[in-house]
T-cell receptor, first 114, second 114 residues
Framework: DGGITQSPKYLFRKEGQNVTLSCEQN?????MYWYRQDPGQGLRLIYY???????QKGDIAEGYSVSREKKESFPLTVTSAQKNPTAFYLC?????????????FGEGSRLTVL | AQSVTQLGSHVSVSEGALVLLRCNYS??????LFWYVQYPNQGLQLLLK??????LVKGINGFEAEFKKSETSFHLTKPSAHMSDAAEYFC????????????FGTGTRLLVSP
């Protein structure tokens, strides 16, 4: 089945550790996105990528990093510089270009900092 | 800049009652608008989208939304609520920038009582 796979679904981290969240898609989409979700705040954009080897900061990029070495993959690293990393992280992909903007989402990864 | 406002962080209805979730948008150009649904600890699933065709848009699970330019609204409705409709609902607008991004509202949690 075509879709977006995020892993791990649950992750616990000690303060000061970097963690990497995986996102893989087999929809042949050019565009990929990372959102952060906190209760009552909706979804906030962390990073997005239009094509391989290119990505841009979203609204809350501080303390995060990404790479886009392959079309199918867009991993997110939560660094120790992120002051409040406990959240639900959602990866999405879309056609990009002249499409409608519709996004397809993975199941999410819940990160808890102990 | 494009934005959406969802009125009411929580809406409670009885099973069989009308569901009405409100969304108002702000956009200087004809918008593309979306409604997504999220079940606990899952990703977002597209319910329906408005892409400047018919103003009354029908989606999955019996939901529909009407685009009203004069009121800058895109409210989501369902004639008869079912217990399985209990979830969080997000309205989103596509930003008209050089690259497609969605801006999400803060979400409305729908509670359905027997």
């Amino acid at each position: 089945d075509g879709g977006i796979t995020q892993s791990p679904k649950y992750l616990f981290r000690k303060e000061g550790q970097n963690v990497t969240l995986s996102c893989e898609q087999n929809l042949n989409h050019d565009a990929m996105y990372w959102y952060r979700q906190d209760p009552g705040q909706g979804l906030r954009l962390i990073y997005y990528s239009q094509i391989v080897n290119d990505f841009q900061k979203g609204d809350i990029a501080e303390g995060y990093s990404v790479s886009r070495e392959k079309k199918e993959s867009f991993p997110l690293t939560v660094t120790s510089a992120q002051k409040n990393p406990t959240a639900f992280y959602l990866c999405a992909s879309g056609v990009g270009g002249l499409g409608t903007g519709e996004l397809f989402f993975g199941e999410g990864s819940r990160l808890t900092v102990l | 800049a494009q934005s959406v406002t969802q009125l009411g962080s929580h809406v409670s209805v009885s099973e069989g009652a009308l569901v009405l979730l409100r969304c108002n948008y702000s956009s200087s150009v004809p918008p593309y608008l979306f409604w997504y649904v999220q079940y606990p600890n899952q990703g977002l699933q597209l319910l329906l989208k408005y892409t400047s065709a018919a103003t009354l848009v029908k989606g999955i699970n019996g939901f529909e939304a009407e685009f009203k330019k004069s009121e800058t609204s895109f409210h989501l409705t369902k004639p008869s609520a079912h217990m399985s409709d209990a979830a969080e609902y997000f309205c989103a607008v596509r930003m008209n920038t050089g690259f497609q991004k969605l801006v999400f509202g803060t979400g409305t949690r729908l509670l359905v009582s027997p």
